[in-house]
């Protein structure tokens, strides 16, 4: 489906087209459509399908055609999991509402609660942020939704798995307005807990699925290797990073001490690396995830920070450091690349501690994903196997011989109470005296 098709304000087509998108993907075609007419929404698809236009559109054109509810209140709230991918979503807000006389403000944590106040004072009509900030702003009594007309969750999964739905719940709460539409995606549907919630937030949202997130990536070219121990996944990541062709590369690690040492062990190599940390105040996060953005690097070190929704079209390879202990961040991170129809690279480091991840990994995937030695550093380890007897279907002639054996019945020792025998506890019964002989003692 073609841009120009869209049913919205040429001023919207026209935005569209000066970023160079002329055809819509899958995802928009398919949600487009109903978030125009004002349907409730509940989409999933792979990372990098274009999922955030297919909601800001929808919310724009509204904003634009429709007369605000409330002069006061904010009329579209976006709620995304993490600062960096709210901010990188305010961007794209703020560019598209850029001479529509719609204003946008980014409410996050860990910048200034009180210069965040000043801006909302300014009513802005619409605003992105991340659930923990908003929802103190709320309970603050600095912002009020009963006027919101568009609630979006951009990454609903993520907000859920890091804790945030005692606050999903509070915003949905305040935001209580009966004409208020609700627009939820996320990379996967399959949370439990998500499936609950979608419950409490839309009413008769229309469902849309492109694709499945286990399925494998066309446009991604994936890799394991085997290691011993941190040493030799250093060596492979030296040797591979000095090797491949790639433009930028985001290497992901499991701990926060990781991305200092890797960043300055690929300095060494003059690889331009950066590390980015969860610890760091938000002015620095933000300005390390700018200057990567802008290239002034090659390389990124990170946990799991940069795993979800960021679009950085220059990155051509993904590595995994360590395997991560949820699965469906595996295909969050290898997401980072190959998107929009470009071609990317991942490869991964499986090591002893990485195994069980490994083995989810697999069992999770629809697609065959095996690990290899490397070929100038192989390592000794080559897995676990499991071990037999384990489970109970691993011997199952054992179990049926052992069924097959007739349980012999104990035999039961009858006792006589009139015997006077020692049995225990037993109640004895003695012999009825003869009261027509006369005693004894009386003859």
């Given at each position: 489906m073609?841009v120009?098709?869209l ?10 087209e000066s970023k160079?998108?002329t055809?819509l ?18 989409a ?17 054109n ?9 002069r006061?209140d ?14 990188q ?10 001479g529509?006389?719609?204003s ?13 106040v ?10 992105v942020?991340?659930a923990?900030r ?5 309970i ?13 969750f ?6 859920l ?15 209580d ?21 979608t419950t409490?937030l839309?009413?008769?949202?229309v ?5 499945s ?5 066309g446009?991604i ?10 040493s ?17 590369a ?10 200092d040492?890797?960043?300055a062990?690929?300095?060494?190599d003059n690889l ?7 610890d760091?105040a938000?002015?620095?996060r ?9 290239g002034?690097?090659?390389v990124?070190v ?15 390879l ?9 699965a ?6 290898i ?8 071609k ?5 480091l ?6 069980n991840s490994?083995d ?16 100038e550093?192989?390592a000794?380890?080559e897995?676990?196997t499991?071990?037999?007897?384990a ?9 049926k011989?052992r ?5 012999k019945?104990?035999p ?18 003695r012999?009825?005296r003869?009261?027509?002989e006369p ?5």
């Open positions: 073609l120009t098709d049913p919205v304000h040429h001023k919207i087509i026209s935005k569209l160079n998108i055809t993907t899958e995802i928009q075609e398919r949600t487009m459509l109903p978030g125009i007419q004002g349907k409730d929404i509940i999933s698809s792979k990372t990098g399908s274009g999922k955030t236009f297919a909601f800001l559109v929808p919310a724009i509204r904003l634009m055609s429709q007369k605000a509810l409330s006061q904010p009329r579209a709230l976006i709620l995304a999991p993490t600062r960096e991918l709210a901010k979503v305010f961007i794209e807000a703020k560019s598209m509402c850029s529509l006389s719609l946008c403000e980014l409410i996050v944590g860990g910048e200034n609660f009180n210069d965040q000043k801006g909302l004072r300014r009513n802005p009509h619409i605003i942020g991340t923990g908003i929802a103190d702003h709320l603050g009594k600095s912002m009020y939704l009963n006027g919101l007309e568009l609630l979006i951009d990454e609903a999964d993520r907000m798995d890091l804790g945030f739905a005692a606050q999903l719940k509070l915003i949905n709460k305040y935001a307005h009966r004409k208020r539409q609700t627009m939820l995606f996320s990379a996967t549907l399959d949370n439990i807990e998500l499936k609950h919630m409490q839309t009413h008769g949202a469902r849309v699925a492109v694709g997130s286990t399925g494998e990536h446009d070219e994936q890799t394991c290797f085997f290691a011993d121990n941190v030799n996944k250093d060596e492979i990541l030296r040797f591979e990073l000095a090797k491949r062709q790639y433009n930028q985001i290497v992901f690690t499991a701990t926060r001490e990781d991305t040492r890797i960043a062990l690929l300095n060494q331009e690396a950066i590390a980015l940390r969860g760091l938000q002015h620095q933000a300005s390390i995830m700018s200057s990567f953005s802008r002034q690097q090659s990124l990170t946990t799991d920070l940069a795993s979800r929704g960021l679009d950085l079209s220059k990155v051509g993904v590595v995994n450091f360590d395997l991560p202990k949820n469906d961040e595996y295909i969050h991170r997401g980072r690349t190959g998107r929009a129809g470009q990317g690279e991942a490869f991964s499986v090591g002893p501690r990485d195994w490994f989810a990994l697999k069992s999770h995937l629809q697609y065959a994903l095996e690990c290899k030695p490397h070929d550093f192989s000794k380890f897995g676990f499991k071990k037999k007897g489970q109970g279907k691993d011997k199952p002639s054992a179990n011989s069924a097959a054996k007739p349980v019945a104990k039961v020792r009858r006792v006589d109470p009139m015997e006077g025998a020692d049995i225990g506890m037993v109640p004895v019964k012999k009825p003869n009261t027509s005693d004894s003692e009386e003859e």
